[in-house]
């Protein structure tokens, strides 16, 4: 599977950013699709992902923020991320696994990584 990431940026307080991620080839192995992140000094952590029977699960601290959209199936999801703050400073990675992230909340090992795109949110 490879992941085409867009979106990403510099933003203010308050301000808002869409990431979107589109997968292509071994496409039908992916069983979760989302995005995660790693700031400086911390460990990459999930920030949403959306099953094939479209659940949908947010780290706790982006819920009411953020919104998952997208279809596996259409190979796509996007992440609107609304109120940032600038905790959310990080590097955001559009992820495919091939066990449900939904589920287990993390990656498993088994599957693909974009590329990574920067979010910086200034105070």
């Known amino acids: 599977v490879q992941l085409v990431e867009s979106g990403g940026g510099l933003v203010q307080a308050g301000g808002s950013l869409r990431l979107s991620c589109t997968a292509s080839?071994?496409?039908?192995?992916?069983?979760?699709l989302g995005w995660y992140r790693q700031a400086p000094g911390k460990q990459r952590e999930l920030v949403a992902a959306?099953?094939?029977?479209?659940?949908?699960r947010y780290l706790e601290s982006v819920k009411g923020r953020f919104t998952l959209s997208g279809d596996i199936n259409k190979n796509a999801v996007s992440l609107q991320m609304n109120n940032l703050k600038p905790e959310d400073t990080a590097i955001y990675y559009c992820?495919?696994?091939?066990?449900?992230?939904?589920?287990?909340?993390?990656?498993?090992?088994?599957?693909?990584w974009g590329p990574g795109t920067q979010v910086t949110v200034s105070s």
């Open positions: 959306i099953s094939l029977d479209g659940r949908i």
């Open positions: 080839g071994t496409t039908y192995s992916i069983n979760s």
């Open positions: 992820n495919s696994d091939l066990f449900n992230a939904v589920v287990t909340g993390n990656y498993s090992g088994f599957g693909a």
